[in-house]
Nanobody, 121 residues
Framework: QVQLVESGGGLVQPGGSLRLSCAAS????????MGWYRQAPGKQRELVAR???????DYADSVKGRFTISRDKAKNTVYLQMNSLKPEDTAVYYC???????????????WGQGTQVTVSS
């Protein structure tokens, strides 16, 4: 059974940090490139961080140098460490497969519930 469960979101002040977790069930996730996406109100969902099965990483320019994606294959869990948060990082964050590179079109049938990140003073 395919399942994605995101957690770790919350309200944080600008400049603060959060660590998101994504527990994935299903063999396909352990062998796939995985990514963290976000969707702000009125905007399309975008891929901001990607990690391959070999743990090679890539980031959107908007988060490069501030966010770090990692994965624990034994636990089938993907993490997103977010530092120096800005109000424009406010969004619902989701994890999912990320077969294609950042900026390319991706479409997946199943999504978890996401976790809300709000950056505000």
């Amino acid at each position: 059974q395919v399942q994605l469960v995101e957690s770790g979101g919350g309200l944080v002040q600008p400049g603060g940090s959060l660590r998101l977790s994504c527990a994935a069930s299903g063999t396909i996730f352990s062998i796939s490139a995985m990514g963290w996406y976000r969707q702000a109100p009125g905007k399309q969902r975008e891929l901001v961080a990607r990690i391959t099965s070999a743990s090679s990483t890539d980031y959107a320019d908007s988060v490069k140098g501030r966010f770090t994606i990692s994965r624990d294959k034994a636990k089938n869990t993907v993490y997103l460490q977010m530092n120096s948060l800005k109000p424009e990082d406010t969004a619902v964050y989701y994890c999912n497969r990320a077969i294609r590179a950042i900026g390319e079109y991706q479409s997946y049938a199943y999504w978890g519930q996401g976790t809300q990140v709000t950056v505000s003073s």
